[in-house]
T-cell receptor, first 120, second 116 residues
C-alpha cells in the first residue's frame, strides 16, 4: 500500500517568509509525528497528534512553529518568519496505535521521505 | 529522560561479511521499545527491526538481528552477509511508556560503508 507522503520534497525560501509543509499519513494510521533532522542537532521530535486528543507540542522549538491535523488525516507544519537556523529536513512519521491493552511504545513509526527546507 | 548513544560515527565492512553496530540506551522506564532505522542517501528513514523491553528472545528480521542485553542496556544491530545496498546511515531509537506521546529518541547514527 501507499506509504507516508510529504510535500514539497524541497523548499527554498527567504529569511522572514512563512512556509507550510504537508504530510499525508498511511491510511488507518491514527498517530502522526513531526521530527526535524539537522546536522548539528540530529533527529528531534517536534509535535505529536493522536486522534481527537490535544496534540503534544512539547518539542516545538519556538512559537513560530505550529501544526494542525485536519480530520485526523493530513497534517500541515507551518513555520512563520523563517530563520536560517530553521534549515533542516522535516520528517513526518505515522503509526497505527492499536487499541485495547497494547503497549503503545511497541508501535512502529513509518516515515515519509521528508521535506528539505533551505532558508536563505 | 531517555538517551541513545551510538559510539561509532563510521564503520567499514567487506561485502558478504557480518557487521555489528553498537547502541546503548539510558532510561528509568521499565517498559520501552528499541528500534533500528536505515537512512540511505535518498533520505527516507526505513524501519528495520524492533525489540521490546519484555521480549526474552532477540529480534530477527531476515539478515538483521538485534543483540539485546537488558542488564547492560545495549541493543546492537547485527547485519549478516553485508551487501553493497547496505551502505547507509543507521539510527538506533527508543520509545517508552514514560515519554508521554511515545515519540522516538534517536542516537546520532552510524554511517556504514560496504566495500566490494
Amino acid at each position: 500500500g501507499a506509504g507516508v507522503s510529504q510535500s514539497p520534497s524541497n523548499k527554498v525560501t527567504e529569511k522572514g517568509k512563512d512556509v507550510e509543509l504537508r504530510c499525508d499519513p498511511i491510511s488507518g494510521h491514527t498517530a502522526l509525528y513531526w521530527y526535524r533532522q539537522s546536522l548539528g542537532q540530529g533527529l528531534e521530535f517536534l509535535i505529536y497528534f493522536q486522534g481527537n486528543s490535544a496534540p503534544d507540542k512539547s518539542g516545538l522549538p519556538s512559537d513560530r512553529f505550529s501544526a494542525e491535523r485536519t480530520g485526523g488525516s493530513v497534517s500541515t507544519l507551518t513555520i512563520q518568519r523563517t530563520q536560517q537556523e530553521d534549515s533542516a529536513v522535516y520528517l513526518c512519521a505515522t503509526s497505527v496505535i492499536a487499541g485495547g491493552n497494547q503497549d503503545l511504545f511497541t508501535d512502529t513509526q513509518y516515515f515519509g521521505p521528508g521535506t528539505r527546507l533551505t532558508v536563505l | 529522560a531517555q538517551k541513545i548513544t551510538q559510539t561509532q560515527p563510521g564503520m567499514f565492512v567487506q561485502e558478504k561479511e557480518a557487521v555489528t553496530l553498537d547502541c546503548t540506551y539510558d532510561t528509568s522506564d521499565q517498559s520501552y521499545g528499541l528500534f533500528w532505522y536505515k537512512q540511505p542517501s535518498s533520505g527516507e528513514m526505513i524501519f528495520l527491526i524492533y525489540q521490546g523491553s519484555y521480549d526474552e528472545q532477540n529480534a530477527t528480521e531476515g539478515r538483521y538481528s538485534l543483540n539485546f542485553q537488558k542488564a547492560r542496556k545495549s541493543a546492537n544491530l547485527v547485519i549478516s552477509a553485508s551487501q553493497l545496498g547496505d551502505s547507509a546511515m543507521y539510527f538506533c531509537a527508543m520509545s517508552s511508556s514514560g515519554a508521554g506521546s511515545y515519540q522516538l529518541t534517536f542516537g546520532k547514527g552510524t554511517k556504514l560503508s560496504v566495500i566490494p
